[in-house]
């Protein structure tokens, strides 16, 4: 089944930066007040990276447990709707800065992709706790 991905929510920045949110269900608070809207769940669902993590037995011992606990690495991988939603993206005139998922730029960089997609970025948070982002700051 090929569904159709919505468009990606953008918002200009008052710094002129026009961003755009790749894939998150969250909205994006910039420290200059701005706003980039999170994604509908069709968009989010559709653009999910696949996994193939790597799961084995907890090291150690735990005291009055009865089950098994294992410890996962989470590997992150591209899949064909993802790397085409970023051509897409990397093609679109109106968009500066595309900030995606901080799994999705690892696994750009172990892939050399960097380069090819240059408009991506994650946030780069001033503040934890109110989860403001830089506005001219972004993670490559």
Known sequence: ????IT??????LTNGLRVANFSSPH???FVDGSVLPACDNDRCAALSMDRDDEIS????????????VY???????????TIAALE????SWDVDVVIIPFPLLTAL???????RFNKVATVIMVDR????????KFGR
């Open 1 to 4: 089944m090929n569904a159709t």
């Open 7 to 12: 468009d990606a929510p953008a918002v200009t």
């Open 27 to 29: 909205s994006f608070n």
């Open 57 to 68: 037995a907890w090291p150690g011992k735990f005291v009055g447990v009865s089950s098994p």
């Open 71 to 81: 410890q996962v690495k989470p590997v992150f991988v591209l899949n064909a709707a």
């Open 88 to 91: 897409a993206a990397q093609e």
């Open 109 to 115: 960089q172990s892939k050399d992709l960097l380069e």
């Open 129 to 136: 706790i109110t989860k403001a982002a830089y506005f001219d």
